[in-house]
């Protein structure tokens, strides 16, 4: 008989986790054996990825910023959030075990007790230990702690998803940032050279040997550059503003501690090589925290499922009650109870089976949230990977524009001097050079922030600053 029982309560608990089991159903996308290989020298992605660029600046700025940005901040709170909640889960699947103790003084009405000489009051004193459980015969409290789990895998994905992102955007920062300062560099020479031109045509206005429509153009060009160094001035000082923000400097600090841009030339372009479809699947926490959520809606259908069997609970209880203090913990004393329940749900309007089909149709849109989040890797790695080379000869045709232009302009200016252009031709050819100027630093930045999302779209390495994961896949 005893082998019996024992042999019963082994088959519910299996059959219990067979009817709570939900396979995650994770699309298998068809992949590439390898993205299009890359022309010409190229460099390893380094540990941590933002060193590539050799530039202790950046390095430091880097740090800073994980150390004190709030976003990084709110994504450790959630991991902790996540953490709790995945043991107030685990509790569950506990006995609940409890003790209490009273004391109460009562006294019985005289058309109750109606014995003479009796005392019509008493005093009662009660110690008690309880304890109930409930059986997880068809894996309710497993599955949904394995879900709890997974949402907590997911979060610590996000915290390494979000430190990630921060770098990228601390590197784009810094990059803009010193672009903006040499744009600003250029145009501040661009109109000293706008005013020394306007003081000669002066001159010659007042001598007479130039006309006022001359010096009016003359004036104006001086003024447009002006304006345009104003702007510079302008995009510099809100760069400089978010990039404190990023950070996570004070609002005091963005006063007293105003960043400013170290180098005055941005930095040499790497090129990254082409990586495997695996190692974006396996480095990428994007992804990693888009499975493991869809994971847990898996397990929630298994809770939503052993919702419709019966629950089976036990409740025990084991105290003294005695009406002396003195005698409480006596043998005469003891009181004990047992309870064994059983709950089968009938009837309650298809809220079971609707809760069924609501945590399958989370197991639905995961899917398609993890498919989109494959898709959008590969797009990201394919537009910055191919971008590389594109990227290049955008740079290399605006290197080739200033060396032109500037060579206009030195044989604009010496036909200028020999009367044979008129002031309004040197004018064309000064803006073309300005604006070429402009356009190369920026087409030299985009390279660099190219290489910085070709870094993070194949899940650059945080080195140190990754924390390990507490919840295993």
Not at 13 to 25: F, K, N, Q
Not at 100 to 129: C, F, L, W
Not at 210 to 216: G, I
Not at 460 to 470: C, D, V
Request: with cysteine.
């Amino acid at each position: 008989m005893r082998n019996f029982l024992i042999l019963a309560v082994v088959s519910s608990v299996l059959s219990g986790c067979i009817v709570s089991r939900v396979d995650p159903e994770k699309p298998e996308l068809p992949l590439p054996a390898a993205f299009p290989a890359q022309h010409g020298e190229t460099v390893q992605l380094p540990d941590p990825w933002w060193t590539i660029f050799n530039d202790e600046t950046l390095n430091s700025l880097v740090i800073e910023a994980l150390d004190h940005n709030t976003d990084v901040a709110v994504a450790a709170a959630r991991v902790a959030q996540s953490r709790a909640i995945l043991g107030i889960t685990n509790g569950d699947r506990w006995p609940t075990i409890g003790v209490e103790g009273d004391v109460s003084r009562s006294k019985d009405s005289a058309y109750v007790n109606t014995t003479p000489g009796i005392n019509r009051h008493r005093t009662i004193y009660t110690v008690q230990g309880a304890a109930s459980f409930e059986l997880d015969l068809w894996g309710k409290y497993l599955r949904a702690s394995q879900s709890a789990r997974e949402q907590l895998l997911n979060s610590e994905y996000g915290r390494e998803a979000t430190k990630l992102s921060l770098t990228g955007d601390v590197a784009r920062s810094y990059f803009s940032l010193i672009a903006s300062a040499q744009q600003l560099a250029s145009g501040r020479d661009t109109l000293a050279t706008r005013q020394e031109s306007l003081r000669i045509e002066k001159i010659r206005f007042d001598a007479g040997e130039s006309d006022e429509f001359t010096f009016k153009r003359a004036e104006a060009d001086a003024a447009a550059t002006r304006q345009s160094v104003h702007q510079l001035e302008l995009d510099l000082l809100k760069r400089t503003n978010a990039f404190g923000v990023l950070l996570g400097r004070s609002p005091q600090d963005l006063v007293d501690r105003a960043i400013t841009a170290q180098r005055t030339e941005l930095p040499a372009v790497v090129t990254l090589p082409a990586a495997l479809p695996s190692s974006v699947l396996e480095r990428r926490p994007d992804i990693g925290a888009a499975e493991a959520a869809l994971n847990s809606s898996a397990y929630d259908i298994g809770v939503a499922r052993a919702q419709m069997f019966p629950s089976i609970s036990l409740t025990g209880a084991f105290g003294s009650v005695s009406p002396d203090l003195d005698k409480l913990f006596t043998n005469p004393a003891e009181a004990w109870s047992a309870t064994g329940g059983i709950f089968q749900p009938l009837f309650q309007g298809g809220q079971l089976r609707s809760n069924v089909k609501r945590a399958e149709a989370v197991r639905e849109e995961r899917k398609a949230q993890y498919a989109r989040t494959v898709q959008n890797a590969f797009r990201e790695v394919l537009d910055s990977l191919q971008g590389q080379a594109l990227i290049a000869g955008v740079s290399q045709a605006n290197a080739d524009e200033v060396a032109a232009l500037t060579r206009a302009t030195e044989l604009a200016e010496l036909r200028y001097d020999q009367g044979d252009i008129a002031y309004i031709d040197i004018l064309d050819v000064r803006r073309g050079l300005f604006q070429a100027q402009i356009d190369l630093v920026a087409a030299q930045r985009d390279a660099l922030l190219n290489t910085v999302d070709l870094a993070l779209a194949v899940g650059g390495s945080l080195g140190e600053r990754a924390e390990p994961l507490s919840a295993s896949r």
